[in-house]
Every structure is written in structure tokens, then in C-alpha cells.
């Protein structure tokens, strides 16, 4: 089964395909305050937004915000508008494929999100280019302010448009708990006192948290108060493929400028810094422009700055400067309480006691959470039942969690482990002893070996034919350092949360 937000307050698009065609529930209950919002945000675009290329672009951002990081690579590169005209756009898109992937999971996500920038477009077409139109899609239709030909190099207010906001993300609908208080309080405070309370405010925790919330509402608010006016939400990765399509098309000027001028620069997950170089400078220049004039710099990360591996030292004790909060899993109250908002945002009418056990039984994190809960709501809908405690026990048993542990396999905890500590597979699997090397694989091995219960030549195998006494030894000395090391015990958790992510 895949789940899909679409990136509208309030609103859930959900795409079923376990019943092997795809049902569409569209849950929409404030659809009067979006559509006012949408009008004004057409408003502004109107005027300022006029290349289809910057329309597909804005559109891109939107649905990057919602998906997965594999699922928007994978169906959206590679696409762009081809033609736009009385209420309909043609969208190119490089093979049957990912036609057919689009027309049928996506569409009604596209619709929304192309309507949001212009809500006279009723119609979408999806033509297949053979590979990208190099015409119309010049540069790749990535999610790059800066663009490949001169004639549409974006004047730094115009890029100011896009602040990578999504305003379902605010305060209000954040529950604040033991969990997260000190990151809250501490995101708040900068809000009233920016560039002066806490700079940079530094939020780190492990995946489904609640960090791209804060991050968000931070945004949210500034825009809302009037407070800052140049707000600039990006994730590391945005920042990192923008850098180099700027130092590609020699952009370094409008990349400076954008980031550079903004009030307050709110950028997510740093921990996707490690290893890059170059970004690393460049962001490193960024920071101290941006700190130095008291502009404010929020920045998350799913562990502590000096934890961050193949970082350079001095984006460590830049990170350390002012205020370091985190967000820790949530309590059974909070649980619950995170529960009750999201159904009451959603209009769900459940039966007493469902909520009560939901917390109780997915404490992971609040992403797993609330994906249970809407999982459950789907199921009942399309099966015309009523979530009452007795069904819910056996839905959550049978439908919604088996399908989650059934996704790992040892290559994908591998990739998640080398991905985490900044080594590559073949590193794990190489008979090198090399220091760098040898806690991931251990890692690895002991993962494989909790997660699938693999047996231990087959460990043995997998990582390059060891004995497997070795492994023995690995998953060993992992248990022993993890009982004293609360560290390892937090990165072996975060890896695991990963694994299970998508
Ligand atoms: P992270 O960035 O830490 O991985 P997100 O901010 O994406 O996590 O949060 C995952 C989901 O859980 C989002 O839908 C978010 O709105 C929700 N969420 C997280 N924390 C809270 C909270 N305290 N109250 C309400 N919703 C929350
Ligand atoms: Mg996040």
C-alpha cells in the first residue's frame, strides 16, 4: 500500500493499491480557508510567475516537500511542461513508465499542486518525450533556482517567492511535550527575538520527530508576524544540488545573493553535509555572511554537529554556537495527544479507546504514528467498516505493521549503515581492518542479524566471505559497546529508524 500527503493543510490524498487498482479518498475539510490561501498565492505568482519552466519548478517544490526523497527522484526527473493553454498543461515526461506511474498514483497530487500556482488549469495531459525535452526542460527540471540560460536568470526577488514553506506546518498544530519542550521554546524565542536569541538555533533527533515541523513553523510564523520578510526554507540536499548547478552554469553571483540576502535561512538535515566538500565551504561562507549581520540560521540534523562524520571542524563550532535542543521520541501522553489533534484536523470519528491504543502500541516515532493512523482510517473507509477497538487491534496487527519489517533486506540495511557513517558498501564488504571501517560493518552485521535474523555463515557470506566466528565476534563487541555507549545505542536506533523509513 503507498500513502501520499499532498502538501494542503488539511487535506490527505490517499492511494490505495493492495485491492490492485488504485482508489482515490480525498479528504478535504477546510477546502473554503485553501482556497482563499490559493487565490492570494495565485495573486502573487500571477504577476511574477510566468515561464512554465518556474510554474513546473514551483510545482516540483511543492511535491518534493511531500514524498519521499526516492519516489520524487525517481518519477520526477526528467519531467517538465511542455505546453500550457486555456486550462490545460501537457506534462513531458521521458517514458511510458513513468506515464503510467504519474497518471495513476500522482495525478490528483499534480492537479493540486499545478492549481495552487494556477487554478484555472483543470486539465493535465502527459506526453512521453523519449528522454528529457531538452527545449522545454532546459536545465534538467530538478528543483534548481538557477537556471541554465541566461535569459532567465531569476533577480534574487524573484527567487525571494519561493520560500520552500508549506503552511500546514505551524505551532498550533504542533503538540508540545517532555519530549520537546527545550526545542520548542527555543524555536519560539527565535521567532520573537531573531538573529538575537539563539543563533544558529541547532535542532537535532531522530527521523519523524518532529525537526522539518519546527523548521517549517519557524518559517510559518516569521512570514506570519511580518517579523522577517526574506524567509528561506531548503533542505541540504536543495542546497547542495543548487551549489553545484551554480558553480556549473556559473551562477556563483545569484546563488550568493539568494542566500546570502535572506532574514532568516531555516536549512534541514545537515547531516547530509558529510562528506561534501565543497558545499561545505560555500556554506560555511553563507553562515558567516548571514551570522554576521545578526540574520538567523536555523539548522537540524538527525545527531549532534560533532557526530557528524567527514565534517569540517569549523562548521562543527559555528554549529555549537548557540543554542542546541533536541527532540527526543515522544511519551505515551504525547502519543496520544498528537493522535487526538490529528484526528480532530481530520475530521476522523474513531470508536473509544482506538487512539488510546494506537499510542500505545507504535512508539517509534510520530511520522509511524500518524501513518498508522491514517492507514487504519483508509482500510475502514474502503472496507465500509467502523474503527472500533476489537477491529482496530486486528487491523494494526494484520494490515498495517507486518508490511513495514517485510522491507528490509540485508542490502537495504547495508546502504543505510555506509550511507549513515560515510563509507560505501564495498568498504563494509572489503577485507580491509581499517578503524573507519570496522564499526559500520560490525554495525551492519548486527543489524542484519536482529532485523532478519539471518544466520551467521550467511552474514559471514554476505559480508565477503568471512568465517563465521568473525561474525560472531562483531555482533559481540557491537552488544558489549552499545551497553556502556549510549551513543552507539542512539546511532543503532537512528539507522534502524532509517531503515524502515520508506
Ligand atoms: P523529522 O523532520 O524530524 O523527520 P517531521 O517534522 O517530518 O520529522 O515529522 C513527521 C510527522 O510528524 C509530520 O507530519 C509532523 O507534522 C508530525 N509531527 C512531529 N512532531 C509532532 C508534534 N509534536 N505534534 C504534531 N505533529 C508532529
Ligand atoms: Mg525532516
Given at each position: 500500500m503507498h500513502w501520499f500527503y499532498t502538501p494542503y493543510p488539511h487535506t490527505i490524498l490517499f492511494l490505495a493499491y493492495s485491492w490492485g487498482f488504485p482508489i482515490i479518498l480525498h479528504v478535504d475539510n477546510h477546502s473554503v480557508r485553501i482556497a482563499a490561501r490559493e487565490k492570494h498565492k495565485q495573486k502573487e505568482w500571477g504577476t511574477k510567475v510566468n515561464s512554465t519552466k518556474q510554474i513546473w519548478q514551483a510545482v516540483l517544490g511543492n511535491l518534493e516537500l511531500s514524498l519521499s526523497k526516492a519516489s520524487f527522484t525517481t518519477w520526477f526527473k526528467n519531467t517538465a511542461i511542455l505546453e500550457q493553454s486555456s486550462g490545460k498543461v501537457v506534462i513531458g515526461v521521458p517514458n511510458a513508465f513513468t506515464k503510467e506511474w504519474l497518471m495513476n498514483k500522482f495525478h490528483q497530487a499534480i492537479l493540486r499542486a499545478i492549481r495552487a500556482v494556477n487554478p484555472e488549469i483543470k486539465q493535465i495531459e502527459y506526453q512521453i518525450t523519449g528522454g528529457y525535452n531538452r527545449r522545454a526542460a532546459e536545465p534538467p527540471p530538478r528543483i534548481v533556482s538557477l537556471p541554465a540560460s541566461p535569459e532567465h536568470t531569476p533577480t534574487v526577488k524573484s527567487s525571494s517567492l519561493s520560500t520552500g514553506l508549506n503552511p500546514k506546518y505551524t505551532f498550533l498544530n504542533f503538540i508540545v511535550g517532555g519530549n520537546n519542550e527545550l526545542a520548542v521554546a527555543a524555536a519560539q524565542g527565535v521567532t520573537k527575538n531573531p538573529g538575537r536569541a539563539y543563533n544558529p538555533l541547532f535542532i537535532y533527533g531522530g527521523v519523524g520527530l518532529g525537526k522539518t515541523h519546527l523548521l517549517q513553523a519557524i518559517g510559518n510564523d516569521f512570514l506570519n508576524s511580518?517579523?522577517?520578510?526574506?524567509v528561506l526554507y531548503v533542505t541540504t540536499e536543495k542546497f547542495t544540488n543548487e551549489f553545484i548547478q551554480a558553480v556549473r552554469y556559473n551562477k556563483g553571483e545569484t546563488f550568493k545573493n539568494l542566500y546570502r540576502g535572506v532574514d532568516v535561512l531555516l536549512i534541514d538535515d545537515v547531516q547530509f553535509l558529510a562528506g561534501k566538500e565543497q558545499t561545505q565551504e560555500e556554506f560555511f561562507h553563507t553562515f558567516n555572511a548571514l551570522h554576521q549581520i545578526n540574520k538567523q540560521i536555523v539548522l537540524s540534523s538527525d545527531r549532534l554537529p560533532k557526530e557528524i562524520p567527514a565534517i569540517e571542524e569549523r562548521l562543527v563550532s559555528r554549529f555549537e554556537w548557540g543554542m542546541i535542543a533536541d527532540v527526543q521520541p515522544p511519551d505515551f501522553e504525547t502519543r496520544l495527544a498528537i493522535l487526538r489533534s490529528k484526528a480532530k484536523e481530520r475530521g476522523y470519528d474513531v470508536g473509544p479507546g482506538v487512539l488510546e491504543y494506537i499510542a500505545q502500541t507504535v512508539e517509534t516515532n510520530i511520522r509511524e504514528l500518524e501513518g498508522s493512523l491514517n492507514r487504519l482510517m483508509v482500510f475502514c473507509q474502503l472496507n465500509n467498516t467502523s474503527p472500533t477497538l476489537d477491529k482496530v487491534k486486528n487491523i494494526l496487527a494484520?494490515?498495517?505493521?507486518?508490511p513495514k519489517k517485510r522491507m528490509a533486506s540485508a542490502k537495504k540495511i547495508m546502504e543505510v549503515v555506509a550511507d549513515f557513517y560515510n563509507v560505501t558498501i564495498d568498504d563494509l564488504v572489503k577485507q580491509s581492518r581499517k578503524k573507519e571501517y570496522v564499526l559500520p560493518r560490525q554495525v551492519a552485521m548486527y543489524i542484519i542479524r536482529k532485523e532478519l535474523e539471518t544466520s551467521l555463515p550467511m552474514i559471514g557470506e554476505i559480508f565477503g566471505g568471512r568465517d563465521h566466528t568473525t561474525v560472531i565476534h562483531a555482533i559481540d563487541k557491537v552488544q558489549r559497546v552499545g551497553k556502556e555507549k549510549e551513543a552507539l545505542k542512539h546511532e543503532i536506533s537512528l539507522i534502524t529508524n532509517r531503515i524502515y523509513m520508506d
Open positions: 511580518g517579523v522577517a520578510k526574506q494484520n494490515i498495517v505493521f507486518p
